[in-house]
């Protein structure tokens, strides 16, 4: 009984969010697609994020393991998985549940990631012209023309907030290291 109950959550919570249609995005962000062996050290990464989307709330779980030959994600909602992604620098594999959204797109998924956690040079070389990466008291910022278009920011409380001003999105992000937590 507590097994179909959830099952009925996560249909409307996924019914709600599919019913909400993202706008054209207001720019095309650049695609980074960088190499697994740019990260100066393998991840090992729990995490919970937060998405805002206008006025609608998720949240969600996500694995992430990334070493130099591989990046590998797993993101769930309530329980349930909703995604999976294999990243090898060259092929993006996605395994995708029915029930997610089409507006969550496992390349924008990440580009995010990539973003958040890879070296800046490794994100300024595969900038295309016209496209900066400016760094600033813990800030990140891709800009285009000088306007900030995705904005990477630490709180005060350790997690990160990632806003995504192209698309119109945020995600809030707490990482907990796996090699670092207690048994």
Request: aromatic share 4%; glycine share 6%.
């Given at each position: 009984?507590?097994?179909?109950?959830?099952?009925?959550?996560?249909?409307?919570?996924?019914?709600?969010?599919?019913?909400?249609?993202?706008?054209?995005?207001?720019?095309?962000?650049?695609?980074?697609?960088?190499?697994?062996?740019?990260?100066?050290?393998?991840?090992?990464?729990?995490?919970?994020?937060?998405?805002?989307?206008?006025?609608?709330?998720?949240?969600?779980?996500?694995?992430?393991?990334?070493?130099?030959?591989?990046?590998?994600?797993?993101?769930?909602?309530m329980g349930q998985t909703g995604v999976r992604m294999v990243w090898d620098g060259t092929t993006l594999e996605q395994t995708r549940?029915?029930?997610?959204?089409?507006?969550?797109?496992?390349?924008?998924?990440?580009?995010?990631?990539?973003?958040?956690?890879?070296?800046?040079?490794?994100?300024?070389?595969?900038?295309?012209?016209?496209?900066?990466?400016?760094?600033?008291?813990?800030?990140?910022?891709?800009?285009?023309?000088?306007?900030a278009w995705l904005l990477l920011e630490p709180l005060p409380d350790g997690r990160v907030r990632l806003r995504n001003l192209a698309?119109?999105?945020?995600?809030?992000?707490?990482?907990?290291?796996?090699?670092?937590?207690?048994?």
């Amino acid at each position: 009984m507590q097994r179909l109950i959830v099952l009925l959550l996560v249909c409307v919570l996924l019914a709600s969010c599919a019913s909400t249609r993202m706008p054209a995005p207001l720019v095309q962000l650049p695609t980074l697609q960088l190499a697994p062996s740019a990260l100066p050290q393998p991840l090992q990464l729990q995490q919970r994020l937060q998405f805002r989307f206008g006025t609608h709330e998720r949240e969600l779980d996500a694995l992430l393991e990334a070493d130099g030959s591989q990046v590998r994600l797993a993101v769930q909602a309530m329980g349930q998985t909703g995604v999976r992604m294999v990243w090898d620098g060259t092929t993006l594999e996605q395994t995708r549940a029915p029930w997610l959204p089409p507006q969550v797109r496992g390349e924008r998924v990440l580009d995010d990631l990539q973003f958040a956690l890879w070296p800046a040079a490794a994100i300024r070389a595969a900038l295309p012209a016209g496209w900066t990466l400016v760094e600033s008291g813990g800030e990140r910022r891709l800009e285009q023309a000088g306007k900030a278009w995705l904005l990477l920011e630490p709180l005060p409380d350790g997690r990160v907030r990632l806003r995504n001003l192209a698309e119109g999105y945020e995600l809030v992000i707490e990482s907990l290291d796996m090699e670092q937590a207690p048994p």
